[in-house]
């Protein structure tokens, strides 16, 4: 079953615009982690929060965590075209038998340059 | 330099035909991972192993077998029990299990296509 689910499907923005992808999931959660996929490609780890972690920083990527909403966001700051990539949310439970990463279908970033 | 390697690129598969992908990591991480991923959708877990000589099924695992006789090596065979095979498999591999907040790092897949 899908834990996480990102939003929009699809973004499309022009180069040095900001780009805002939001995670919701539905189980308390471990952490949470979001990966970067270019096409035809393996992911690529970005940022993994802790539950009891609000924000984190890295470069031009910065994540929020509300365990409240049971949401997220990634903000990609001041975009360029090689930011074009679907991007996924994971998330691992806090409970249960069997604790791996579930992940989203993904958000598809498209920048124009 | 480190990574996980996965081969072939591509593979073709008859009817009624298992065929092995496979996957090999110089991290020197305890856990290993296949994932399913199909077009537009995220990665779906069929078979993990936290260490040697051990392995778990994961939420798609029928149709699939997987063994773990060496650290850095983690094959998965589709067997001709799985009737919907046409995909990208992933292989990723972690320093410990996610619950005590470890990233993955993947391989660059499989695709897997029906002749």
């Known amino acids: 079953s899908q834990q996480g689910e990102e939003d929009p499907q699809a973004l499309s923005i022009q180069e040095g615009e900001n780009a805002t992808m939001n995670c919701s999931y539905k189980?308390?959660?471990?952490?949470l982690q979001w990966y970067r996929q270019n096409s035809g490609r393996g992911l690529v780890h970005l940022i993994l929060?802790?539950?009891?972690?609000r924000e984190k920083h890295s470069g031009r990527l910065r994540v929020t965590l509300d365990t409240s909403k049971k949401s997220s966001s990634l903000l990609i700051t001041a975009s360029r075209a090689a930011d074009t990539a679907s991007y996924f949310c994971?998330?691992?439970?806090?409970?249960?038998?069997?604790?791996?990463?579930?992940f989203g279908s993904g958000t598809q970033l498209t920048v124009l340059p | 330099d480190g990574g996980i390697t996965q081969s072939p690129k591509y593979l073709f598969r008859k009817e009624g035909q298992n065929v092995t992908l496979s996957c090999e990591q110089n991290l020197n991480h305890d856990a290993m991972y296949w994932y399913r991923q199909d077009p537009g959708q995220g990665l779906r877990l069929i078979y993990y192993?936290?260490?040697?000589?051990?392995?778990q099924k994961g939420d798609i695992a029928e149709g699939y077998s997987v063994s773990r006789e060496k650290k850095e090596s983690f094959p998965l065979t589709v067997t001709s029990a799985q009737k919907n095979p046409t995909a990208f498999y992933l292989c990723a591999s972690s320093l410990d299990s996610p619950v005590v907040n470890q990233p993955q790092h993947f391989g660059d897949g499989t695709r897997l296509s029906i002749l």
């Open positions: 189980t308390s959660i471990n952490n």
């Open positions: 192993s936290q260490i040697v000589n051990d392995f």
């Open positions: 929060i802790r539950s009891n972690e």
């Open positions: 994971a998330t691992v439970p806090r409970s249960g038998s069997a604790r791996q990463l579930t």
